[in-house]
Antibody, heavy 119, light 112 residues
Framework: QVHLQESGPGLAKPSETLTLSCDVSGYSITRGYYWGWIRQPPGKGLEWVIH???????YDNPSLTSRVTMSIDTSKNQFSLSLRSVTAADTAVYYCVRFDMNKVVFDSWGQGALVTVSS | QSALTQPPSVSGAPGQRVTISCTGSSSNIGAGFDVHWYQRRPGEAPKLLIYDNTNRPSGVPDRFSGSKSGASASLAITGLQAEDEADYFC????????????FGGGTKVIVL
């Protein structure tokens, strides 16, 4: 059974880059599926951020395109999120997810990591 | 503001039936795209509850059921249990925006 676990700093300063990692166990990232990130700001709904295939195809939220990138390290079975020039509006719980592109459904989620943007 | 509209909360006593609505538009649910539902219990990772409008993944009790009609979908929980107290989110695809993936704002189910 696949398990996803987020890790990274819980605090980021305004204008800096937020970086999170997701360790995947129980399933090889190269076997298929897309992998990605979803976030939930305090008091708001879920927001899709980005998802990516291990061979490079990437889809991201147009509202974040200029600031967001994702990378996959197949040797570590891990993927990462980078969000540049963060503001308080980027404060959220960030979830790493496995995404079934055919059904457009997120079938596995991490527990989530709270990142607060504050000076 | 979320692309899909859900009530902020619903409540019911143990054993009762509750339903959660998810209202979209002609560019997402109304365009025929499937709806999926997720459950997030306090302190736990979100879990896929219903996929493709009506299907339950292995291990999900049949107390949970989904339906879809027109530009709306619903999640029903029958025989409500204390462990069902959680946040529930609907999700679909939007072909009219470049967002692709859209979510509802979430509904808190309160077991009285």
């Amino acid at each position: 059974q696949v398990h996803l676990q987020e890790s990274g700093p819980g605090l980021a300063k305004p204008s800096e880059t937020l970086t999170l990692s997701c360790d995947v166990s129980g399933y090889s990232i190269t076997r298929g599926y897309y992998w990605g990130w979803i976030r939930q700001p305090p008091g708001k709904g879920l927001e899709w951020v980005i998802h990516m295939y291990h061979r490079g195809s990437t889809y991201d939220n147009p509202s974040l395109t200029s600031r967001v990138t994702m990378s996959i390290d197949t040797s570590k079975n891990q993927f990462s999120l980078s969000l540049r020039s963060v503001t308080a509006a980027d404060t959220a719980v960030y979830y790493c997810v496995r995404f079934d592109m055919n059904k457009v459904v997120f079938d596995s989620w991490g527990q989530g990591a709270l990142v607060t943007v504050s000076s | 503001q979320s692309a899909l509209t859900q009530p902020p909360s619903v409540s019911g006593a143990p054993g009762q039936r509750v339903t959660i609505s998810c209202t979209g538009s002609s560019s997402n649910i109304g365009a025929g795209f499937d709806v999926h539902w997720y459950q997030r219990r306090p302190g736990e990772a979100p879990k896929l509850l219903i996929y493709d409008n009506t299907n339950r993944p292995s291990g999900v009790p049949d107390r949970f059921s989904g339906s879809k009609s027109g530009a709306s979908a619903s999640l029903a929980i029958t025989g409500l249990q204390a462990e069902d107290e959680a946040d529930y989110f609907c999700q679909s695809y939007d072909g009219g925006l470049s967002l692709h993936v859209v979510f509802g704002g979430g509904t808190k189910v309160i077991v009285l």
